[in-house]
């Protein structure tokens, strides 16, 4: 009985250094913050340094900024740990917490909203004036995990329309041209017919492109979305996502901070948000899933 009990201790004891040993491993020695760039991917990495060293400094760990090809990438980064912090869009984030756990925790506020819309942008003189003269043209979007620039129009289309696949069925083409100023820049030089993208993407470019209020025009907007969020891998540990959570929303505290975020997306200000907000973004997706192609 007692060399049972002493199986039985070493059993546990053994257990418990393994969840100890496992616990300790979930928090990287390096932090990665994931990025995905809205506007000039060239600057964004040096951009962020300063957000990453304050942050590090706040954690008492490395932390790295690293730029993304597209949320695509990201979302799988975030499934393999090998990005820990994301800055996704409510589609993106809904497909990385449906596929690998990972956890809202943060998002964007904007002119004072938690909430913003996508826009159809044509040329200006390309006499397209509604949705339904879209038919047959060449779509331009950032990537096929963007809420504003993909999912919320497709699926504005597909339920107009009633089409099976929008890219396929409805336009003739579609162009991914990894990013919303790619999008916009690619109506402009007359490469597609339109662009959906955020609203309003044109005040990013107007400096580039003087005249592009004049060039380009928005025939519609799609329904609210829940704001761009900062989300979690599912490794890292709940005392850890609380310092990084608590650390972000004192950035509303520093100036400097906000500029930077505001440089690189936007971003007014940093609040809190939950799983529930992006709700209307999974039923969205889960209405019509079956006409929206995630291959690229």
Known sequence: MKKLLSILLVAVLAVSLAACGSSSASNPEKIVMGFVPSQDS??????VEPLAEKLSEELGVEVEGKVMTNYTALVEAMG?????????PAFAYVLANEKHGVEVILKSERYGSGTYKAQYVVAADSGIESLEDLKGKTWAYPDPTSTSGYLFPAAQLSD???VENV?????????QTGGHDNAAIAVYNGEADVATTFDDVR????????????KLKVIEYTDEIPNDT??????????????IK??????????????IMNEVYSWDKIIEASDEEYQVVRDTYNKFKDSISLDE
């Open 42 to 47: 060239d600057t964004i990495a040096d951009t």
């Open 80 to 88: 393999t740990n090998e990005v820990h912090i994301g800055f996704i």
């Open 246 to 259: 608590e650390s972000f929303l004192a950035f509303n505290e520093d100036p400097d901070m906000i500029k």
């Open 167 to 175: 890219e396929a069925d409805f336009f003739s083409e579609g162009v």
């Open 230 to 243: 900062i989300s979690l891998s599912k490794e890292l540990d709940d005392e850890l996502k609380t310092k």
């Open 203 to 214: 005040t990013e470019l107007e400096e580039e492109y003087p005249d592009v209020m004049e």
């Open 160 to 162: 107009m329309f009633d």
